[in-house]
């Protein structure tokens, strides 16, 4: 792995609460994504984790400018481009795509799959709608479907052969960072181990990074290189996989890695979940001091003043929290 | 768990007949619930789980959905398919209650949730408001709803996702059911909370020594939870086994194949690839001739593709459907 892809530095993203009819006055604001800040190497898989509402799904929108960031730095090969227009956009998302979770939603039902999958590469001009079926007959290929389906539309086909379809535009423009949100979440187990498999040869072929956004650990343990735990919009650890899954120092990755249910039912007996008391705060009234002091076993008068600072230990494990501040 | 059978069910099939078309959702399952037993039903979506489930309480949409064959013996020696649905109306919510999979949607959002647990306990047992309102709060604070008595007021959307399913789970418990039908009720909530609703689950059994038919597709859920477990498939029982015996011997070729699909849980094991099991489930447009799962087995022989094998059973207590086992 050579260079960093993608560098994340402070990243926010805020939307305003507005009250009021006429004169919408801003109330408050819900703090979706505070002060988020990662790297993303080439060639690399990293997962991002969390429970719902923890801003994953917004950060993965904001480093596309699908979201309009609040403040902070992108940097895509180095080049701020937080602040870029979408017109200053529009070259740079021939490198970087998204996969959408949601294989029902993310296809214009009125759309053949050959213009879904080339549209792309018509929007930027590099086919001409001559060789549209040439090239749907490649893309549909490398995902593992019949090219014969290229006429057909999209109600026609299962979740799983509709992912594929998102995935064969996705990289259609042979981009070079691919942003996956939950994009197996509604597979079947069957279906998920093909879609999975189908992300790594992808990648193997395309030389892709990958930012991998998840909530199933399971999934996101075996795809990942390196994995970014977040809490209501902070990141509270990044570590390389095996030793996140070793070693996890955050009190919140420990509750939530001693939550996922194995199928090893001797294992799922003997397994000591835990005990996390309560729920997720609203990101609208988020705890004073550390996002997860209302929650934490060993939340200590510190945590629920100031919030903690990233802590850069050894082996690349970052975590923030006061019990590793020196 | 004892040996005395609560629910038999016998060759059960339930189809949906529209105009454009038939499904044929459930074919000819049978299997038995013994009492304080946790049955898990496993597989994939539109194997006919939650429907074989549903149509013991004609919970499903009848038309289009017809139960064509098959019976359903409850304790009582009453076969619930036989029942007209007045007549169930005795024994839903009071002998087998639901816990619905979306407790988003399966509360009524103009009632307060008090009102909701309440109704059908009032109706079985005709007993006053008042001590109605009283057993839930103590339901409430049982599944660990704070406040249980003010809570009582609220409406479904004052509650969060988890405390919602927990408000299920009390409202389900309200009369005492001998079965508890739960349909995927953690699928809808996050890890963290779903492992509260699994642990609340498991004291349930405790207290209340329940039957639980645990209807869920996922696999790690269902190890924990289960004393027994059926694999669906195309909308056949496929593999019935005590749950040890099924997830350390699994027979079949898709219960396999589904345990093999999943990732490694040993950290350690540096898997690169998944086992994946190639191809789609059929669509259950017609009767089922040959074995469902023959276009995507691996060990699928000609005998496979003319017949369909019916469960039986190999070892003690371990039922398979498979030609080749």
């Known amino acids: 792995m050579a260079g960093t892809i993608l560098e994340v530095k402070g990243l926010k993203v805020y939307f305003p609460v507005k009250r009021g009819i006429l004169f919408k006055k801003t109330v408050a604001e819900v703090k979706a994504v505070d002060e988020v800040s990662f790297a993303v190497n080439d060639g690399e898989t990293v997962g991002l984790v969390g429970e719902s509402g923890c801003g994953k799904t917004t950060t993965g929108r904001a480093i596309l400018k699908l979201i309009e960031p609040t403040a902070g730095e992108i940097l895509y090969k180095g080049k701020d481009i937080a602040k870029y227009t979408q017109k200053e956009m529009l070259p740079l998302r021939r490198e970087m795509q998204m996969v959408f979770q949601d294989p029902y939603a993310s296809l214009n039902p009125r759309m053949s799959v050959m213009d879904i999958i080339t549209d792309p590469l018509v929007e930027h001009k590099i086919i001409t709608k001559h060789e549209k079926e040439e090239r749907s007959k490649v893309l549909l290929e490398t995902v593992g479907m019949n090219p014969r389906y290229m006429n057909r539309f999209p109600h026609e086909f299962s979740g799983g052969q509709r992912q594929r379809i998102g995935i064969a535009r996705s990289i259609a423009l042979n981009p070079k960072l691919l942003i996956c949100d939950e994009p197996i979440a509604a597979l079947d187990v069957s279906i998920q181990a093909q879609v999975i498999n189908l992300f790594q040869d992808i990648q193997e072929k395309f030389g892709l990074s990958y930012l991998f956004i998840a909530h199933d650990l399971s999934v996101v343990r075996h795809i990942s290189d390196r994995i970014i735990v977040m809490y209501i919009g902070k990141v509270v650890e990044i570590a390389e996989k095996r030793e996140l899954f070793k070693n996890p120092l955050h009190p919140y990755t420990q509750v939530l890695l001693s939550s996922i249910p194995t199928p090893d039912p001797k294992r799922e007996r003997e397994r000591k979940r835990i005990e996390l008391e309560g729920e997720i705060p609203s990101p609208l009234n988020k705890p004073k001091g550390c996002p997860f002091s209302s929650r934490c076993p060993y939340a200590m008068d510190r945590c629920r003043e100031e919030e903690p600072n990233p802590v850069h230990l050894d082996g690349n494990h970052i975590v923030s929290c006061h019990l590793y501040q020196k | ?325």
């Open chain 2, 1 to 325: 768990m004892t040996n005395k059978i609560i629910l038999s069910v016998k060759d059960l099939s339930v189809a949906f007949h529209k105009r454009d078309g038939s499904t044929y959702a459930v074919n000819g399952i049978s299997y038995d619930l013994h009492e304080g037993e946790t049955l898990g039903i496993v597989g994939e979506s539109g194997c006919g789980k939650t429907v074989s489930s549903m149509a013991l309480l004609k919970l499903i949409s009848m038309p289009p959905g017809k139960i064509e064959t098959g019976s359903a013996i409850y304790k009582d020696g009453k076969d619930l398919v036989a029942l007209s649905s007045k007549e169930l109306r005795l024994y839903r919510g009071r002998e087998i209650a639901v816990i619905f999979q979306d407790p988003m949607t399966a509360f009524n959002q103009v009632m307060t949730i008090g009102d909701q647990m309440i109704e059908g306990y009032v109706e079985h047992f005709g007993c006053t408001r008042k001590d109605a309102l009283k057993e839930a709060e103590r339901l409430m604070d049982l599944t660990g709803i704070p406040a249980a008595k003010t809570r009582l007021k609220d409406y479904p959307s004052q509650f969060s996702g988890g405390m919602r399913q927990r408000a299920m789970i009390a409202m389900a418990l309200m009369c005492k059911p001998s079965i508890l039908i739960a349909d995927e009720p953690t699928t809808a909530l996050d890890v963290t909370i779903q492992s509260q609703i699994l642990d609340l689950m498991k004291d349930i059994r405790k207290e209340f020594g329940t039957s639980i038919m645990w209807i869920s597709h996922d696999l790690g859920v269902v190890a924990g939870l289960a004393d027994t477990v059926n694999v669906m498939y195309a909308g056949m029982i496929v593999e019935s086994a005590d749950v040890d015996e099924l997830y350390y011997n699994p027979l079949h070729p898709y219960t396999k194949g589904l345990l093999g699909s999943l990732p490694s849980t040993d950290i350690d094991n540096d898997q690169k690839r998944l086992k994946s099991i190639g191809g789609y489930p059929p669509i259950l447009s017609k009767k089922i001739e040959k074995c469902p799962f023959a276009d995507r087995c691996s060990e699928a022989t000609d005998i496979c593709r003319h017949g369909c094998p019916s469960l039986s059973e190999r070892t003690g207590q371990h039922y398979v459907a498979c030609f080749n086992v």
